[in-house]
């Protein structure tokens, strides 16, 4: 789930993910998805990745079921060894060490102690071997023992397929198919020509064979899917091509039982074919992106399809959508952070903006933006979401989408959105076509709350101004947003904008140049400028800091200027290429470029000196970055990790990684909710087990009810830790609400009969003070029938003898005791 | 997985004025009925009895008009020269015109010949009008002098010659019989009190006042003269208010709404302004042929009837929601209620599994031909001629999607002669819509290329090419023009603003 680098800093990689699902395999209760070095195991039923099996240390390359144990699972990678998993306790079993990169991996139930990998051979080609496993005991195991299979194939894991529970091997390469018999030990090859008469591209993308039949279904770069059948002998082959696909067949995939072929695409739909039917076929249409791997579960009831945005769409035999397990998307636009949700905002899938809680690690929803049907093809010039700005209340949201077709076909558009309270979303208030004549460089909303302006600057040399006009006049029109200033200064292109945080302030770049505009009367106040080399970055100062203007050039400057007196306060010599304020301290971030890495400095604009800085935070450059502020404030940090106390840094590298910092304390927080992440109940789900497991759940129930009576009793006096326990606790590993709240209200409960003691009691004592030993014997007397009053099932006062009691708790005794003392 | 997204109809702003209260109010008028007079009209006056009629003066004489009659129901025609000023007293009973003879004559509404003929003037009188006491006329006269007569016995009562130059306007005060205001040339305008020798108050236009109206709380004077509009405090000693120069021409005539909440006024520029009297804002304007010499409202605003220099008087009637009813007439039979409700209100017991049918989203024609991607059909769907002519936009949006998609080539070519006519003559059309311009611009081009071959073999294609041509040159003339415009405006506005900075 992390990844721990050295230092303070880690990686989030976010949903099943941050390097793109390579592999996926689905089981009835669980997905595997090999990503990156790791294979994520997730429930398919709550979408909650329930393990990580971590070990390997390069990219997992191969991932196939042990054929004699169906809860074990191989994977290899191109750190050259293959491990045994159980994947449903997450523990590494095994591990072979083969000493060369291995491609792919494949298991047959034919062979079994014997997978095979794709291994590289000299020269650039690759072979398939078949590797068997030394049945000698230990954690690792040196695996030498490989036979040569089939020479020459590619080193793509879908270009090879075992057919007919593991008699025949084929595999695809360039525009050959090769099937290798295991029991003739024959190799057949078949050819294709590079073209057809009409152009078509033939080379073989993807192979699948039918499980129980002898067919083999390849997919072809121009979107043919070619069943082969009678393929064992040399001459008298046959195959029938069926076309739908537009483009290359990225996957393809036989059921189970052989009734249907799963073929995906860019088009983004899921094609089942019918088998033995012809052309017959059913669709599964708008999938959301292009398709790269099928996988469908042993019993034939699930599908899963993984698709280039970082999703894994879980479906029903019934074409149903059961389950998305949907990741960050990687996108082009700054990150923001949604003042409301906390959540981070940025491009996901096309036309869209993501709103991705980085609390939870999840992605909340998706805002179309584009509002059009997105056309999956390639080389088709789509609607992008360029630019995206959000005010600092939160209730303005305003977007950029672009189209170029050709250099001077370009469509803008700029949209505004508003929170709207009752639906909780953003709603499309106002879309300005062709807001600037050329591109916007740069948008920011203006930090006052009573007037939300919105500054955009475009590459047609303009900076407009944007204000909200409410037209009462207009019929049936609410409030829009208008046009209110366009400045200009030189006939520059200004590049950056940024508002001071009170808003009365707008710094705009103008090339080399740094102009201070006042929002209300639009008047040129000041401009600053530092040739040579244009401005980069820009931004006010914040609280204490507030009379600060910081900008850094191409040319390897920062510089902070002073509002107050007009002049360079100081200025340094680094090569920033990002500079993000905290927007509650006035911390700066700022990124430089250092021969192939990237570092880190952070300070505060009225000392040159950085507070903090790390050197090579990670390689290459830094795309974005963003500080999101925190639910509460860090306690107990030290000085070097006192900027992290308010927010939190996240950025973005050019790998699209998203990283963040982090302090010890919540290094052992993360480490500690990681391991309550262990699910109970994870064995398949049986006719067997539908009928004794439930018999034996509400056993277990009753059971536990009874006990757990007593045990909430126990628990009452420290009842908030224990709410505490219940509410932060995964849902997924409760038992069902309904058990749960019985508990639960109870321990919220104060009864109300432990009340009444202790204000009988009370009243005792106060009587007992004022009429001391003279009525002792009454006290006594009393004695016993208060115990019996607690011990009594029911122990209710009406309500007139509770105010009865309380109004002689009230009264005054005081002449009592003035007549005893006289 | 998510559903077909239709296509999107860009909704275009609406070009021109907002549409205001004040508009629809002042919309709410029927095509004005013209009536043609021998001369310039100078004067309109309603009758304050029911049913309003209205005295107009026109050349020699004076028609009275009933509200909605197109001819005169009565004219006075005994002057020899241009008459002027004929104004109803407040009764109703009797009428008061002066006349370029400078004599002032008094009719009774029902008789023809003059009642009485008042002789002192010795130039032109242009302004006639009873005081509040309905006992005395008041005059104006070319001779710089206005006088206050006595009805009965014809006797002159008093004799101001305070101004210097012709008294072309005045107007009693409704409220006090002895107060009156005039107007003159000489840029002033006096308060006079008949009690008093001199005038009591003088107020400095700085033109020559053509017309001068009291509020009806008589707080408030407004004059015209000029170009200028002024609205001057009485209760502060006649300082003014506000002045409005909102016409670019004289402004000759003023007139209020009968709530007192809008003040009109028409100018030789053809326009008729309305003020709120609040804002002392432009709420309306109304256009008219001519120059407008006089205005004046029915009671109740029931109608605007203005006079012009072309002796056109323009009368225009406020519709009554009565009349739109009796043209609407039979109304089509609806299905009735309970069709509508049938299945829907049915509330489910508690105990009910509720089985939802998926809502299905209901596409349009082109929508559905998109979704398959049937990109001919789909154009065709929206060439249909109900959608080209009256929703030019919709088949401008689904131009566009197709050329998002990439297929608009696909979709535009394998026309027959009479396909390719409409979309020839849809492009010729819109072509110079600027909201549609650019894409359609594109479709052009693509049409030519396509069908470039087969130029010459239909004479109704050929027509309809040579004539999209024409429209393009000429349009691209436009624009030229419109720039050379331009760059005249930017010089003239680049020397205004280096005068204002130093």
Same mark, same amino acid.
């Given at each position: 789930m992390y990844r721990w680098q050295s230092g303070l800093w880690r990686l989030i990689d976010p949903g099943p993910g941050w390097i793109f699902a390579s592999l996926i395999h689905l089981f009835v209760q669980f997905l595997l998805c090999a990503s990156g070095d790791a294979v994520h195991v997730y429930s398919t039923s709550t979408e909650e990745r329930v393990h990580v099996l971590q070990g390997h240390v390069d990219l997992v390359t191969g991932l196939r079921l042990n054929s004699s144990n169906h809860l074990q699972v191989y994977s290899c990678s191109l750190d050259g060894t293959v491990k045994l998993w159980d994947f449903t306790d997450g523990i590494l079993i095994k591990t072979y060490i083969v000493g060369h990169k291995i491609f792919s991996l494949y298991v047959s139930k034919f062979h079994e102690g014997t997978v095979f990998i794709i291994l590289p051979m000299e020269s650039k080609a690759f072979q398939l071997v078949a590797l068997h496993l030394p049945k000698t005991t230990g954690p690792e195991v040196e695996a030498r023992d490989i036979l040569s299979v089939l020479r020459d194939v590619s080193p793509?894991?879908?270009? /090879?397929?075992?057919?007919?529970?593991?008699?025949?091997?084929?595999?695809?390469?360039?525009?050959?198919?090769?099937?290798? #018999?295991?029991?003739?030990?024959?190799?057949?090859?078949?050819?294709?020509?590079?073209?057809?008469?009409?152009?078509?591209?033939?080379? !073989?993308?993807?192979?699948?064979? @039918?499980?129980?039949?002898?067919?083999?279904?390849?997919? @072809?770069?121009?979107?043919?899917?070619?069943?082969?059948?009678? !393929?064992?002998?040399?001459?008298?082959?046959?195959?029938?091509?069926? @076309?739908?696909?537009?483009?290359?067949?990225?996957?393809?995939?036989?059921?189970?039982?052989?009734?249907?072929?799963?073929?995906?695409?860019?088009?983004?739909?899921?094609?089942?074919?019918?088998?033995?039917?012809?052309?017959?076929?059913d669709f599964v249409p708008r999938l959301g992106s292009a398709i790269e791997h099928i996988s469908v579960s042993p019993d034939g009831s699930l599908y899963c399809t993984s698709h280039k945005d970082n999703k894994i769409v879980v479906m029903k035999s019934s074409r149903d959508i059961s389950a998305i397990i949907q990741g960050l998307v990687k996108g082009v636009t700054d990150l923001l952070i949604d003042p409301r949700t906390k959540a981070l905002v940025c491009n996901g899938k096309p036309g869209h903006l993501q709103f991705f809680s980085l609390r939870h690690d999840k992605q909340l929803y998706n805002l179309d933006i584009v509002q059009q049907e997105y056309i999956h093809e390639a080389g088709l010039h789509q609607c992008e979401v360029t630019k995206a700005a959000i005010d600092a209340q939160g209730s303005w949201l305003a977007t950029v989408e672009e189209r170029q077709e050709n250099p001077e076909e370009l469509d803008i558009i700029l949209k505004l959105w508003a929170y709207d309270e009752s639906t909780q979303s953003f709603h499309l208030n106002t879309s300005i076509s062709m807001a600037h004549e050329g591109q916007i460089s740069a948008m920011c909303f203006s930090g006052d709350a009573e007037a939300t302006m919105l500054v955009t600057t475009g590459r047609d040399g303009h900076f407009k101004a944007w204000l909200l006009a409410d037209h009462p006049d207009a019929q049936g029109e609410g409030a829009s947003w208008s046009c209110d200033y366009v400045g200009s200064y030189h006939r520059?292109?200004?590049?950056?904008?940024?508002?001071?945080?009170?808003?009365?302030?707008?710094?705009?770049? !103008?090339?080399?140049?740094?102009?201070?505009?006042?929002?209300? /009367?639009?008047?040129?106040?000041?401009?600053?400028?530092?040739?040579?080399?244009?401005?980069?970055?820009?931004?006010?100062?914040?609280?204490?800091?507030?009379?600060?203007?910081?900008?850094?050039?191409?040319?390897?400057?920062?510089?902070?200027?002073?509002?107050?007196?007009?002049?360079?306060?100081?200025?340094?010599?680094?090569?920033?290429?990002?500079?993000?304020?905290?927007?509650?301290?006035?911390?700066? +971030?700022?990124?430089?470029?250092?021969?192939?890495?990237?570092?880190?400095?952070? #300070?505060?604009?009225?000392?040159?000196?950085?507070?903090?800085?790390?050197?090579?935070?990670?390689?290459?450059?830094?795309?974005? +970055?963003?500080?999101?502020?925190?639910?509460?404030?860090?306690?107990?940090?030290?000085?070097? /990790?006192?900027?992290?106390?308010?927010?939190?840094?996240? !950025?973005?590298?050019? @790998?699209?990684?998203?990283?963040?910092?982090?302090?010890?304390?919540?290094?052992?927080?993360?480490i500690a909710s990681s391991k309550q992440l262990v699910i109970d109940d994870s064995v398949a789900v049986t006719p067997f087990y539908l009928l004794l497991g439930k018999h034996r759940k509400s056993q277990r129930e009753t059971q536990d009810s009874v006990s757990s009576h007593t045990a909430a009793r126990i628990q009452l006096p420290q009842g908030s830790p224990a709410i505490r326990e219940l509410l932060h606790t995964p849902a997924h590993v409760l038992p069902s609400a309904s058990f749960l709240c019985n508990m639960f209200v109870n321990s919220l409960l104060i009864s109300k009969c432990r009340e009444e003691e202790m204000g009988s009691e009370e009243e005792e004592e106060a009587e007992e003070q004022e009429s001391e030993g003279e009525m002792e014997a009454?006290?006594?007397?009393?004695?016993?029938?208060?115990?019996?009053?607690?011990?009594?099932?029911?122990?209710?006062?009406?309500? +007139?003898?509770?105010?009865?009691?309380?109004?002689?708790?009230?009264a005054d005794f005081s002449w009592l005791s003035s007549l005893l003392d006289s | 997985m998510a559903s077909y997204k239709a296509t999107r109809i860009p909704s275009f702003p609406r070009l021109g004025e907002k549409v205001t209260q004040d508009t629809l109010y002042w919309r709410n008028y029927k095509t004005p009925v013209q009536i043609k007079e021998f001369g310039a009209v100078t004067k309109i006056d309603f009758s304050p009895l029911s049913p309003h009629n209205y005295a107009v003066t026109a050349s020699t004489r004076i028609h009275i008009y009933g509200p909605y009659s197109q001819e005169p129901v009565k004219s006075f025609t005994r002057f020899k020269d241009t008459a002027y000023s004929g104004t109803f007293r407040s009764d109703g009973q009797l009428l008061v015109a002066g006349s370029e003879e400078a004599l002032i004559r008094l009719f009774d509404v029902s008789g023809r010949v003059a009642l009485r003929e008042y002789t002192g003037h010795s130039k032109a009188v242009h302004f006639t009008d009873f005081s509040a006491d309905r006992f005395h006329i008041l005059s104006g006269s070319d001779d710089y002098t206005c006088r206050l007569w006595d009805i009965p016995s014809s006797a002159e009562v008093s004799r101001y010659s305070e101004h210097t130059d012709y008294v072309r306007c005045g107007t009693p005060s409704r409220l006090n019989p002895d107060v009156f205001i005039t107007g003159s040339y000489d840029h002033t305008v006096k308060v006079f009190d008949s009690r008093k020798e001199?005038?009591?108050?003088?107020?400095?236009?700085?033109?020559?006042?053509?017309?001068?109206?009291?509020?009806?709380?008589? $707080?408030?004077?407004?004059?015209?003269?000029?170009?200028?509009? =002024?609205?001057?405090?009485?209760?502060?000693?006649?300082?003014?208010?506000?002045?409005?120069?909102?016409?670019?021409?004289?402004?000759?005539?003023?007139?209020?709404?009968?709530?007192?909440?809008?003040?009109?006024?028409?100018?030789?520029?053809?326009?008729? =302004?309305?003020?709120?009297?609040?804002?002392?804002?432009?709420?309306?304007?109304? &256009?008219?042929?001519?120059?407008?010499?006089?205005?004046?409202?029915?009671?109740?605003?029931?109608?605007?009837?203005?006079?012009?220099?072309?002796?056109?008087?323009?009368?225009?009637?406020? =519709?009554?929601?009565?009349?739109?009813?009796?043209?609407?007439?039979?109304?089509?039979?609806?299905?009735?209620?309970?069709?509508?409700?049938? $299945?829907?209100?049915?509330?489910?017991?508690? &105990?009910?599994?509720?089985?939802?049918?998926?809502?299905?989203?209901?596409?349009?024609?082109? &929508?559905?031909?998109?979704?398959?991607?049937?990109?001919? =059909?789909?154009?065709?769907?929206?060439?249909?001629?109900?959608?080209?002519?009256?929703?030019?936009?919709?088949?401008?949006?689904?131009?566009?999607?197709?050329?998002?998609?990439?297929?608009?080539k696909n979709a535009l070519a394998g026309r027959d002669e009479k396909g390719l006519s409409i979309l020839l003559s849809f492009l010729i059309r819109n072509v110079v819509d600027s909201r549609f311009a650019p894409i359609l611009l594109t479709v052009a081009e693509m049409v030519l290329d396509i069908y470039m071959k087969v130029v010459g073999q239909s004479a109704v294609v050929d027509k309809q090419i040579l004539k999209l041509q024409e429209l393009v040159e000429k349009e691209i003339d436009y624009q030229q023009e419109l720039m050379e415009v331009l760059g005249m405006m930017d010089t003239l506005f680049a020397t205004m603003t280096a005068k204002k900075e130093p």
């Open positions: 793509i894991p879908k270009a /090879t397929s075992f057919g007919r529970g593991g008699e025949f091997v084929a595999s695809a390469s360039g525009l050959q198919l090769s099937v290798y #018999f295991f029991r003739k030990q024959k190799t057949y090859r078949f050819s294709l020509k590079a073209n057809d008469k009409k152009g078509a591209r033939n080379r !073989f993308t993807c192979v699948a064979s @039918h499980p129980n039949d002898d067919c083999i279904a390849t997919g @072809h770069e121009d979107g043919k899917i070619r069943l082969w059948r009678n !393929f064992s002998q040399k001459k008298e082959y046959t195959y029938s091509t069926e @076309h739908w696909h537009h483009s290359a067949v990225n996957a393809l995939h036989f059921t189970p039982e052989g009734t249907e072929l799963l073929s995906g695409g860019v088009e983004s739909v899921l094609v089942l074919w019918r088998y033995g039917a012809g052309s017959k076929k520059r292109e200004p590049t950056r904008c940024c508002f001071s945080a009170d808003g009365s302030l707008l710094a705009v770049g !103008f090339g080399e140049v740094v102009t201070v505009w006042s929002p209300s /009367t639009w008047e040129l106040l000041v401009t600053f400028s530092q040739p040579p080399g244009d401005i980069r970055d820009l931004c006010f100062g914040r609280l204490s800091c507030s009379k600060y203007l910081l900008g850094t050039t191409t040319k390897n400057l920062l510089c902070c200027w002073n509002l107050l007196t007009c002049s360079l306060e100081w200025s340094s010599t680094v090569d920033v290429i990002l500079l993000q304020p905290d927007p509650l301290s006035e911390n700066m +971030a700022a990124f430089s470029r250092a021969s192939g890495s990237t570092d880190l400095f952070v #300070f505060k604009p009225s000392e040159p000196r950085p507070l903090f800085s790390q050197k090579a935070v990670c390689s290459g450059t830094v795309r974005r +970055a963003v500080f999101a502020p925190r639910e509460e404030v860090l306690e107990g940090c030290d000085e070097s /990790t006192q900027w992290l106390s308010c927010s939190r840094l996240y !950025f973005l590298t050019e @790998h699209m990684e998203l990283m963040t910092f982090s302090t010890k304390s919540e290094e052992d927080q993360i009454s006290v006594s007397a009393q004695g016993p029938a208060v115990q019996g009053f607690q011990t009594e099932p029911t122990p209710q006062l009406s309500k +007139a003898q509770e105010r009865e009691l309380r109004k002689l708790q009230k | 001199r005038s009591v108050m003088t107020m400095d236009h700085g033109q020559p006042v053509e017309s001068v109206l009291l509020f009806p709380s008589e $707080g408030l004077l407004v004059s015209a003269g000029g170009r200028y509009v =002024k609205v001057w405090d009485m209760l502060k000693g006649g300082q003014v208010l506000v002045s409005l120069k909102n016409h670019h021409k004289t402004v000759t005539c003023l007139c209020m709404s009968s709530t007192g909440q809008r003040l009109l006024s028409g100018s030789l520029d053809r326009h008729v =302004k309305v003020y709120s009297t609040t804002t002392y804002k432009v709420v309306h304007n109304f &256009d008219y042929a001519a120059s407008i010499l006089s205005i004046a409202l029915a009671p109740n605003d029931d109608s605007i009837i203005a006079g012009m220099t072309n002796g056109v008087l323009s009368v225009k009637h406020k =519709k009554h929601p009565e009349d739109r009813k009796m043209v609407g007439g039979t109304s089509r039979h609806r299905p009735a209620y309970r069709v509508f409700v049938k $299945g829907k209100n049915y509330m489910p017991k508690q &105990d009910d599994f509720l089985v939802r049918k998926r809502e299905k989203a209901h596409l349009k024609q082109y &929508d559905k031909e998109l979704k398959r991607f049937q990109v001919s =059909k789909a154009l065709d769907s929206v060439l249909k001629p109900h959608v080209r002519l009256k929703t030019p936009e919709v088949t401008v949006a689904v131009i566009q999607e197709l050329n998002r998609r990439g297929t608009l």
